[in-house]
């Protein structure tokens, strides 16, 4: 009896089965330190930033802000974080860089004189301001590929080349100061401080020894290892306290095994934290965190993988002692639940499927971090807001898209610094549920505590039947919740739906998402 004063409790009824379930928020266990949601400037921002400035506003504010209307309608979702992607010079090169769309190459602020035009990058640099301006006060800058300068076939594409790094043997000194330039001439020309930095962007994915649709460069673990540890004397060097991240792993397999790779580039969390690993080793490197970054790809179906990778990759992780982000995420092929890539979705159909893996890499994988690719897209379902371009690139038409509402279930309320709470299940007759925080057909549950002691719940309907629960909490009697939902009903999108009170029922409609929040007031 005494274990259930301890949390918050959830009493469901499923109307699907009728089967009362009771959920209850362990508020003395606690699990990861959540640090922040984001998304990414690549490819379209370098254009979309160029925009009329009332269409970058309301895009920003969508993005940003934490303001709400006269109504209690937020005003955006709140992002606290923001990626700023470096180009290496595909976009000065043009067709001559073998990328075909313009979309996906980009500039380089290093000239092929050895010169930096700091007037490069105007789009993006002026969307990154607007993120600054509306609260935003973590910034990321990565790269997948060094400067067309530095490489060894002279492109930002490892088109004709191995599975090695494409980088000219004598650049590697050249390219630790080339990255400490970009930090301290971003600074100095925007007020703009990246607090990380990714020099490598899915350096195991077999899509960089082949190219040329997009900049990208493989690498295998001694490489990254050695331009890594340049990197970090660099930066202590000239006193630059940016963390260096590694290593944007195309696949979580990739992390703790060798999936589709070799021993070169496998193994990743092993290969650099493990101080048995003499030649890899960067755990006691200035300015890497003991912290590996990967990417959701490819992971996220079958639903048993789904689960079960993010349980393998936990396990390693724990062994090991590293903490971990998931940095980027779109739809792909294989996502053939919701269709794989072709055709733009607006609704919640692709909103819930990203929302599960989501749910899944905080509960399971302890991702302490999450974050999106494509902010801005034109023709298909990888894109928080959509964009329709006039023929000159410069002005078009916006819309926003239940995916980027969804994730403001999330990033809107759970803010940096939130601890994540377990959250146990019971059947009727009082039996612990394994997982039962976790319906992969039905319902998700999820549960933080901020650091200015608010209490939020996140909770996602998968089901196409509407469930309904009991809210209670025996800590607080009579607290009140505040309760935002999305859906595909008309302005459902993250709208305050009403308060609850501890002990009435709450009703989670069939393919939605709700968010409760709770400061304790009564």
Known sequence: MKNLLVG????????????????????GKPQQIMEHFSSSDAWSTQFVGLWPQEKQNQMADWLFSMETDSKGQPKGIGLPLWRFYVGAGSTEQGEESQ??????????FLQADGTYNWDKMKGQRNFIKLAKERGVNKFLAFLNSPPVNFTQNGLATNTGRDGTFNMKSDCYVKYAAYLADII?????????KFNYICPFNEPDGHWNWLGPKQEG?????????????LISKEFVKRKIDTQILISESSDYRCMFDNHMTDWQRGHQIQTFFSPD????????????PRLIVGHSYWTNTPLKSLHDIRCQLRDTLDKYKVDFWQTELCIMHNDKEIGGIPGFDSTMKTALYVARVIHHDIVFAHAKSWQWWRTFGEKNRNALVRIFPDSTLLD?????TKLLWAIGNYSRFVRPGAVRLAVS??????????????????????????????????????????RTFLLDQDVVSGEMWQQYRTSDREGESLKPVGRVENGKMV???????VTLVSSGEK
């Not at 460069?217 to 540890?229: D, G, Q, S």
């Not at 078009?396 to 926003?400: K, R, V």
């Not at 299940?425 to 039905?442: M, P, S, V, W, Y």
């Not at 009703?507 to 998402?513: F, G």
Request: aromatic share 6%; proline share 3%.
């Open 396 to 400: 078009g038409e916006i819309a926003d």
């Open 217 to 229: 460069t493989p690498a295998t673990n001694r490489e990254i290892a050695k331009t890594v540890r």
């Open 99 to 108: 990328i075909g769309s313009v979309w996906t190459r980009a500039e380089c």
């Open 8 to 27: 918050i409790f959830l009493l469901l009824a499923p109307i699907m089965n009728g089967q009362a379930v009771h959920y209850r928020i362990e508020t």
């Open 277 to 288: 690993s003499t030649a890899t080793y960067l755990g006691d490197t200035p300015n890497v």
């Open 507 to 513: 009703c989670i409609p069939a393919r939605s998402m």
């Open 184 to 192: 301290e001439g971003v600074e100095k020309h925007d007020g703009i």
């Open 425 to 466: 299940a019971f059947d009727k007759n009082g039996r612990l549920i394994h997982e039962g925080d976790t319906e992969q057909t039905g319902l998700m549950c999820s549960s933080f505590r901020n650091t200015d002691g608010s209490k939020v719940l996140v909770v996602l309907n998968y089901g196409k039947q509407d």
